[in-house]
C-alpha cells in the first residue's frame, strides 16, 4: 500500500540501517535464519525486532525468510 512506501521514506538513517541489516543477514545465512539469531546481530530483543520489521517493512519477519 501507499502507506507502506511513505513510512519507508520517513525512516531514519538508523532505521534504515537496522532493517537493510536484518535483510542482508537473512540472505547471506537463509540456511540457518531464526529470529533470535537475526535480534543479537542487530542487538535488539528478539520480539521488538520482530515488531519492528513489521512496522516498518509491511511483512512479517517469517513470511520474509520464506519469500527469501
Not at 537463509?30 to 543479537?40: R, S
Not at 525486532?49 to 512479517?60: D, P
Request: hydrophobic fraction near 30%.
Amino acid at each position: 500500500s501507499d502507506v507502506c512506501s511513505s513510512d519507508l521514506e520517513n525512516l531514519s538513517d538508523a532505521e534504515r540501517s537496522v532493517i537493510s541489516s536484518v535483510k542482508k543477514y537473512i540472505r547471506t545465512h537463509y540456511a540457518e535464519v531464526t529470529l533470535d539469531g537475526v535480534a543479537e546481530y542487530v542487538h535488539l530483543n528478539p520480539y521488538y525486532l520482530s515488531t519492528f520489521f513489521k512496522q516498518q517493512t509491511g511483512e512479517k519477519f517469517s513470511d520474509y525468510v520464506q519469500r527469501v
